[in-house]
């Protein structure tokens, strides 16, 4: 992995990040240094408000008749977005050790055991820290999975895997609020079953949501972050 | 209806209100189906873009951040997006940049708070972009309309990729000096 990214770097990438152009690794090392730069964040909203006022400058023009219903027939027919609730504290600490027992119990080799391990370190310094959990949830609005996150420098998150998803590797994948995407790794499912812990690149106020994404690239499972 | 704001608007779609769904809808739809039809370039294909766009633009509604700009602006960056993932664009002709320069301001379906601010701002822009060199201002209307990366605008203009990359850059401080003058968000 490079060394931290400067300044001068992150200004010279911020018209293609404010364009959403910009290469995903680049992006990704760009948001860590934005996470922590006030100057070059301000930069960037500024060629922000310039990308977006282009977007204005394309004449409107008025769709077929019929196209306002055919979008609330749409909205009305599919699933609601997703609601989340804060976990209460006192179940924090039960579901920590759920996470890390079942981490454990499906770490088939030792490889899988280290990893356990280190899930359960992180875990342990999760404690009285802002910790959420959030549904994984499939096209359809069925939980099958929840996301647990918690603050930190840096922020981490366990995707714990519980439901129907067909067995196989899949790619979970970070959408911040800017629209960029950043690849945390990827997750192995048994039997509808899986975990996966990742630090994140960016602070936890600047993720819109967590996805799992099969082999074909399609975008199997959906964590919705609420707005900080 | 016509005396909400957008964000009130966006807060009623985001809560299921079907009344604030219709008036959203109504307020941006030619907006939308006009960013969709401009990169899209196809009747059929523009409509169902600016339907995926409204019913994204339900599901994220609560993702929606003031601090981050104008209603209008996040739909229309959903817009850009559905349309780009849509449409393969790396395969198409992109529209003319010309074509998009001289086409007139609409602002006829504005929300109420952006008649005042959008025209005075476009006009600006457009006259920024009108002078730009014409590199500069293709590179721009590619990435910023198609969403073409500078490695993909470089291959197609056949120069360097730190030239598409200095075009791009130039063009958008350009632009931006130009707009700070009267910034409000």
């Keep these: ?228 | 209806m016509w005396s909400l704001s957008d964000e009130s608007l966006l807060a009623g779609l985001a809560s299921g209100d079907p009344e604030s769904a219709a008036a959203f809808v109504r307020r941006f739809q030619a907006r939308v189906f006009g960013l969709a039809l401009t990169i899209v370039g196809d009747r059929e294909y523009a409509q169902e873009v600016a339907q995926e766009t409204f019913v994204r633009a339900w599901r994220y509604a609560a993702a929606y951040d003031s601090r981050r700009g104008r209603v209008a602006t996040w739909l229309l960056r959903i817009a850009r997006n559905v349309a780009i993932e849509a449409a393969h664009l790396r395969r198409f002709e992109p529209m003319d940049p010309e074509e998009i320069v001289k086409l007139p301001i609409s602002s006829s379906d504005a929300g109420p708070e952006e008649r005042t601010i959008a025209i005075d701002e476009s006009q600006r822009l457009r006259q920024a972009i009108a002078v730009l060199p014409e590199e500069q201002r293709r590179a721009l209307v590619m990435a910023a309309f198609y969403g073409w990366t500078s490695r993909e605008i470089s291959e197609s203009e056949e120069i360097p990729l730190g030239t598409a990359k200095t075009r791009i850059r130039t063009a958008m401080l350009k632009l931006r000096s130009v707009l700070e003058v009267n910034d409000e968000r």
């Design chain 1, 1 to 228: 992995m490079r060394d931290e990214v400067s300044c001068d770097e992150v200004r010279e990438l911020a018209p293609e990040l404010a364009l959403g152009t910009a290469p995903g690794e680049e992006r990704a090392r760009a948001l860590q240094h934005l996470a922590v730069c006030s100057n070059c964040r301000r930069h960037l909203d500024e060629l922000s408000g310039v990308a977006d006022n282009l977007l204005l400058l394309a004449p409107a023009h008025e769709p077929p008749v019929g196209f306002e219903s055919r979008v609330i027939d749409r909205i009305s027919s599919g699933p609601r977005p997703p609601r989340w609730r804060r976990m209460l504290p006192a179940v924090v600490a039960a579901v920590l050790a759920a996470i890390a027992a079942l981490a454990l119990m499906y770490a088939a080799s030792s490889e899988d055991r280290e990893l356990a391990a280190h899930y359960r370190k992180a875990l342990e310094q999760a404690n009285g820290s802002y910790f959420g959990g959030l549904p994984l949830r499939d096209a359809d609005g069925r939980r099958a999975g929840h996301v647990f996150a918690y603050a930190g420098s840096p922020s981490w998150v366990v995707v714990l895997l519980t439901g129907s998803t067909g067995s196989g590797t899949y790619a979970v994948e970070l959408i911040t609020r800017e629209g960029a995407n950043a690849q945390l790794g990827t997750v192995h499912v048994v039997n509808g079953r899986g975990t996966f812990g990742s630090t994140l690149p960016v602070g936890l106020r600047d993720v819109a949501r967590i996805e799992l994404i099969d082999r074909d690239g399609e975008d199997l499972l959906n964590a919705e972050f609420p707005s900080p």
